[in-house]
């Protein structure tokens, strides 16, 4: 079982700027195509970006593309998501897994965006 600790999160103003990191253990990493997911209060989890196993193409949710983008270290199980030109609406807690959602969810990291 690949257990998933996500990083980087805080509180920052409309405009301003995160990198959220992923730790994955176990060596499958790699071998993955591997995701970010976001939960804000009152709303069901969602896609925001996904990678492929090797990192040469990634996708976006339509309301994030231009201003996050997602990449991954395979030789450091790491996966990162930069994120530029936040608004508030980006608030939630975000989560990294598999592009399937093959294993147990991380505790996640916290976005907090104001006004």
């Known amino acids: 079982q690949v257990q998933l600790v996500e990083s980087g999160g805080g509180s920052v103003q409309t405009g301003g700027s995160l990198r959220l990191s992923c730790a994955a253990s176990?060596?499958?990493?790699?071998?993955?195509?591997m995701a970010w997911y976001r939960q804000a209060p009152g709303r069901q989890r969602e896609l925001v970006a996904r990678?492929?196993?090797?990192?040469?193409?990634?996708n976006y949710a339509d309301s994030v593309k231009g201003r996050f983008t997602i990449s991954r270290d395979n030789a450091k199980n790491m996966m990162y998501l930069q994120m530029n030109s936040l608004k508030p609406e980006d608030t939630a807690i975000y989560y990294c897994n598999d592009a399937v959602i093959s294993w147990s969810w991380g505790q996640g990291t916290q976005v907090t965006v104001s006004s």
């Open positions: 990678i492929s196993s090797g990192g040469s193409r990634t």
């Open positions: 176990g060596s499958i990493f790699s071998a993955n195509a």
